[in-house]
T-cell receptor, first 112, second 114 residues
Framework: GDSVTQMEGPVTLSEEAFLTINCTYT??????LFWYVQYPGEGLQLLLK?????DKGSNKGFEATYRKETTSFHLEKGSVQVSDSAVYFC???????????FGAGTRLTVKP | SAVISQKPSRDICQRGTSLTIQCQVD?????MFWYRQQPGQSLTLIAT?????????ESGFVIDKFPISRPNLTFSTLTVSNMSPEDSSIYLC???????????FGQGTRLTVV
């Protein structure tokens, strides 16, 4: 079945450092891809999404590009802030199958 | 974006008792789901809540332990029955909305069983 493999953390960075969190997927159809963020004590919030190959999702300085040839959707940010400390989940959905799959999550800690 | 209200936000329960979690969505909903998130772990789908019929459960989850209701399009409940400390977890309600590809989440219910 469909699945998501996500770089596991934890990841610790200094403020203003560059961030990459790797995500690759396996799917039989044409999934939509997502990054969700979970701040402490909260539910998941959608960070960005891409629904077809070569789409780039972006939000709050974060970006990810849907790469069909490498089946990847890596999350990047050029300069992280302390407020970006959270857990990040890569996910895919193929609603033809009424299914959504999540990666293991990556905990990011940004230090001042 | 949709607002998904989930309550209670947290509870501490005695083993052997049951807890019912409520989820209310303020938008047009197509599908609703319940997830479990154990400490430091990813999300595990418990079941898809079907309106007016029995929920569709994932492998490893059964109706007797996690009965689910969805009496209308925008409201669902999950009951955690006969709880044990192993049920201590965060339980999350999620919904798909008409015209949207992404799922929306409630803020979660942090359950501790003692």
């Amino acid at each position: 079945g469909d699945s998501v493999t996500q770089m596991e953390g934890p990841v610790t960075l200094s403020e203003e450092a560059f961030l990459t969190i790797n995500c690759t997927y396996t799917a039989t159809g044409y999934p939509s891809l997502f990054w969700y963020v979970q701040y402490p004590g909260e539910g998941l919030q959608l960070l960005l999404k891409a629904t077809k190959a070569d789409d780039k999702g972006s939000n709050k300085g974060f970006e990810a590009t849907y790469r069909k040839e490498t089946t990847s959707f890596h999350l990047e940010k050029g300069s992280v802030q302390v407020s970006d400390s959270a857990v990040y989940f890569c996910a895919l959905s193929d609603y033809n199958n009424n299914d959504m799959r999540f990666g293991a999550g990556t905990r990011l800690t940004v230090k001042p | 974006s949709a607002v998904i209200s989930q309550k209670p936000s947290r509870d501490i329960c005695q083993r052997g008792t049951s807890l019912t979690i409520q989820c209310q969505v303020d938008s047009q909903v197509t599908m609703m789901f319940w997830y479990r998130q154990q400490p430091g772990q990813s999300l595990t789908l418990i079941a898809t809540a079907n309106q007016g019929s029995e929920a569709t459960y994932e492998s490893g989850f059964v109706i007797d332990k996690f009965p689910i209701s969805r009496p209308n399009l925008t409201f669902s409940t999950l009951t955690v029955s006969n709880m044990s400390p192993e049920d201590s977890s965060i339980y999350l309600c999620s919904a798909l909305l008409q015209g949207k590809t992404e799922a929306f989440f409630g803020q979660g219910t942090r359950l501790t069983v003692v």
